[in-house]
């Protein structure tokens, strides 16, 4: 297939169906044979071991600092997926017998899912008509992706929700190339199994349905299109509600709720268009754009760009919301980089081939590759300081430990070996008494931080463990702009004696003991 050709009509793909020899080694709805299944193994092959070279210290966000004590503690249930902790504690327990501990074990969850739908698209490629070298290169395009390398290298479940996405364009590329109700059924069917394990997998299934009414428009009937779509919906809505009341996930109800509730703030757009999409996406992102140029593509275009639109619609909701505790974030203002995206990036790969020739698309691939372990380097967190784990366990050895951390990069430095470590930070008295001041600036004295810290060092006794606070922990909060929290950060000596939580260890701590 060139460049710009269009998929075959369903007429052209009956009568291509019909003389097509079995042993044909190109041609349009080409047979995944054994040598292409290699191919696309061995591409997907690839891509794992770039994901797992690439594995960062960088904890994504809070989550994840909770699934990893989730696994720990064997707790399975979560009240917003259904699927991911037992996926996560099972694969974990697996490499377990062979001394992988759960961090590395979850961050290779991470890789190996993000791996599987590098095979997926290649295989759905290959159905939607792309020749055998276009579809491998389909696979190789959104394997470079920015945001697909950062997510299967860190430990997250988007990188699950992202092998779930690719893995629906397998029966959804049957249903666009001919297939019908039973091939809508199934697409529904792989939507909500990926809703299963994230609310996202809500949106992919929209995302699928707009494709599905307009992906080969006009030349498809726009009204069988649109019932193939109320099949894949009516399926998804009625599998996914039966999975959340099997599972008790009512929070993504909740979530939803939620986020219509906020206020969209328009002024946020270029912020989440530009962090979310192009450098996320750069340049395979923008590039599928091309496909507008001409009508044979149009309907897929179409549907891109207004998937697209709704998917920074909500992340600007969401993010433009969260952009107000950008002090207690694990990365300022942009928390997601890329990953609510992640539905779209199979069209983003598949349109980008389908629109440029060749020796462009290796450029493409090549930048794409270049800007993901850039970005990926740019923003790691260096290795934890030697020792830190020994001292850790060793302060751990006088009893549980709820830590009082300065920021969440410390934080991963002590749970990644220690992942029982209860935690709370510096940003959450940063933000709790910036918006205390906010609303009555005469309340807010140091008083009411010492008061907090009193209420945080009775829960640690109640539950028989030593409140521990990281010496970056005090220096930053006698650094803090708030005078509040500086002139109570001075007078913690007066009211705790303070001992070394580890002496003569890399972990820098004290204990705090009530006078």
């Known amino acids: 297939?060139?460049?710009?050709?269009?998929?075959?009509?369903?007429?052209?793909?009956?009568?291509?169906?019909?003389?097509?020899?079995?042993?044909?080694?190109?041609?349009?709805?080409?047979?995944?044979?054994?040598?292409?299944?290699?191919?696309?193994?061995?591409?997907?092959?690839?891509?794992?071991?770039?994901?797992?070279?690439?594995?960062?210290?960088?904890?994504?966000?809070?989550?994840?600092?909770?699934?990893?004590?989730?696994?720990?503690?064997?707790?399975?249930?979560?009240?917003?997926?259904?699927?991911?902790?037992?996926?996560?504690?099972?694969?974990?327990?697996?490499?377990?017998?062979?001394?992988?501990?759960?961090?590395?074990?979850?961050?290779?969850?991470?890789?190996?899912?993000?791996?599987?739908?590098?095979?997926?698209?290649?295989?759905?490629?290959?159905?939607?008509?792309?020749?055998?070298?276009?579809?491998?290169?389909?696979?190789?395009?959104?394997?470079?992706?920015?945001?697909?390398?950062?997510?299967?290298?860190?430990?997250?479940?988007?990188?699950?929700?992202?092998?779930?996405?690719?893995?629906?364009?397998?029966?959804?590329?049957?249903?666009?190339?001919?297939?019908?109700?039973?091939?809508?059924?199934?697409?529904?069917?792989?939507?909500?199994?990926?809703?299963?394990?994230?609310?996202?997998?809500?949106?992919?299934?929209?995302?699928?349905?707009?494709?599905?009414?307009?992906?080969?428009?006009?030349?498809?009937?726009?009204?069988?299109?649109?019932?193939?779509?109320?099949?894949?919906?009516?399926?998804?809505?009625?599998?996914?509600?039966?999975?959340?009341?099997?599972?008790?996930?009512?929070?993504?109800?909740?979530?939803?709720?939620?986020?219509?509730?906020?206020?969209?703030?328009?002024?946020?757009?270029?912020?989440?268009?530009?962090?979310?999409?192009?450098?996320?996406?750069?340049?395979?992102?923008?590039?599928?754009?091309?496909?507008?140029?001409?009508?044979r593509d149009l309907g897929a275009g179409i549907a891109f760009t207004a998937c697209l639109c709704g998917y920074i619609f909500v992340s600007t909701k969401i993010l433009g919301y969260q952009r107000y505790a950008s002090d207690f974030l694990t990365q300022g203002n942009i928390v997601e980089r890329g990953s609510f995206l992640l539905a779209l990036a199979v069209p983003m790969a598949l349109l980008t081939v389908k629109a440029l020739p060749v020796r462009l698309l290796w450029i493409a691939v090549a930048a794409s590759a270049i800007s993901g372990f850039w970005q990926i380097r740019a923003h790691d967190w260096p290795t934890d300081p030697e020792g830190t784990e020994h001292g850790v366990a060793a302060a751990l050895a006088r009893g549980p430990i709820d830590l009082f951390a300065e920021s969440t990069q410390e934080w991963a430095e002590v749970v990644r070996r220690h992942p029982q470590i209860r935690c709370t930070l510096l940003g959450e008295v940063v933000v709790t008494v910036a918006a205390a001041r906010a609303r009555d600036a005469s309340v807010v004295t140091p008083e009411i931080v010492l008061l907090w810290f009193a209420m945080e060092y009775d829960r640690a006794v109640q539950r028989g463990a030593q409140y521990v606070v990281t010496q970056r922990a005090l220096a930053a909060m006698q650094a803090a702009r708030d005078p509040a929290i500086a002139q109570a950060a001075e007078r913690l000596p007066q009211l705790y004696a303070m001992e070394p939580a580890a002496a003569n260890s890399a972990f820098a701590a004290f204990r705090l003991v009530r006078k």
């Open 1 to 295: 297939m060139t460049a710009g050709n269009p998929l075959p009509s369903p007429r052209q793909r009956r009568g291509a169906s019909a003389t097509r020899s079995s042993s044909s080694p190109e041609g349009l709805m080409a047979s995944p044979d054994r040598a292409f299944v290699a191919r696309a193994a061995a591409v997907a092959l690839a891509a794992l071991l770039v994901y797992l070279a690439l594995g960062q210290n960088l904890m994504h966000g809070f989550d994840a600092f909770y699934y990893l004590r989730d696994v720990d503690q064997g707790e399975l249930h979560h009240p917003r997926f259904a699927f991911y902790l037992p996926v996560a504690y099972a694969f974990a327990k697996v490499l377990a017998v062979v001394g992988v501990r759960d961090y590395e074990a979850l961050r290779a969850l991470s890789s190996l899912a993000a791996a599987a739908g590098v095979f997926c698209v290649q295989l759905a490629a290959l159905r939607l008509g792309f020749d055998r070298t276009r579809a491998s290169v389909c696979g190789i395009a959104v394997a470079a992706l920015p945001a697909v390398m950062y997510t299967a290298s860190v430990v997250e479940v988007d990188a699950v929700l992202f092998a779930c996405a690719c893995a629906s364009w397998l029966p959804f590329a049957r249903l666009v190339t001919g297939g019908g109700a039973r091939a809508a059924a199934m697409t529904g069917v792989a939507t909500a199994i990926a809703a299963g394990f994230h609310a996202s997998g809500h949106l992919l299934a929209l995302t699928l349905c707009g494709f599905c009414a307009l992906w080969d428009w006009p030349r498809r009937p726009l009204l069988r299109s649109s019932l193939h779509a109320a099949v894949v919906l009516a399926v998804h809505l009625a599998l996914a509600t039966a999975i959340a009341i099997a599972f008790g996930i009512e929070e993504q109800g909740d979530m939803a709720t939620n986020t219509v509730g906020h206020a969209f703030p328009l002024d946020f757009v270029p912020h989440i268009a530009l962090h979310e999409w192009i450098f996320a996406y750069a340049p395979i992102g923008v590039l599928a754009l091309l496909v507008l140029r001409t009508r």
